[in-house]
């Protein structure tokens, strides 16, 4: 099995923290060059220095501003090349409960989602054309299985960018690009963190109380850390899978339950 990413450039987006962060690390250290994708450019040079092997860059931008996020990214791949791999992956929007959410909320998370990586695949698909090589991965969540309670406008969001993804596998293909989801479960991060911090306080519990109460909710009885998740991300970057297209992929410790 060939999971080599030697001579593979890679855009990867919220790299700078936790799963992308991870996801950044575990591609460099398979051979790809990195192009960090984040809106802080302090972590950005921070992450940069961190990665294995060299060739690697970042674009800073704010994924809530979609149009200078395309702008900068066509800008950068015009200078240093085409990318044979994207990873769409950016954070969540705030919790609470669906029936309480505004318009305005469902407009941000909608651009920061859909928009964005709309405009991203826009951006790298005839370069992946060009190299005959073209793997686009998409940092979901499980609540595409099963919602989230009280993560009223990101389970909708998050829905609404695997039916996207779906549709982008059905017209990619045939120009032998992949477009595939990776659904986290429960993972180590600081959005996790916080979270669980607000739904401990919710519920009149400690967070360590929380975090048992969560972990029972997985068969393996914890919850994942982002290497892992990074694992299946380098997986499907990769030759090996090459005939995997238009899949949502969980990664939750077999998460049942809500």
Known sequence: MNLSLQSKRALVCGSTDGIGKACSSLMAARGASIILAARNE??????????????????????????????????????????????????????????????????????????????????????????????????????????????????????????????????????GITTNNILPGYTNTERLKELLGKWADNAGITYAEMVQSIAKKTSLGRIGNPNEIASAVAFLASDAASYINGTNLAVDGGRFGT
Request: contains cysteine; aromatic residues 6%; hydrophobic residues 40%.
């Open 42 to 175: 302090t972590k950005l040079k921070s992450t940069l220095e961190e990665l294995e092997g060299d060739e690697h860059s970042y674009i800073c931008a704010d994924f809530d501003d979609p149009d200078d996020l395309k702008n900068k990214t066509i800008k950068h791949l015009a200078e240093t090349g085409s990318v044979h791999i994207l990873m769409n992956n950016t954070g969540g929007p705030h919790g609470g409960p669906l029936i309480k959410a505004q318009a305005k909320e469902f407009e941000i998370a909608f651009r920061r989602h859909i928009i964005a990586n709309q405009f991203l695949v826009q951006a790298v698909v005839p370069g992946m054309k060009e190299l005959g090589y073209g793997r686009i991965i998409n940092i979901i969540s499980t609540s595409v299985r099963q919602v989230i309670p009280g993560l009223g406008v990101s389970n909708t969001i998050r829905g609404a960018v695997a039916q996207w993804a779906k549709t982008q596998a059905l017209e990619l293909g045939p120009d």
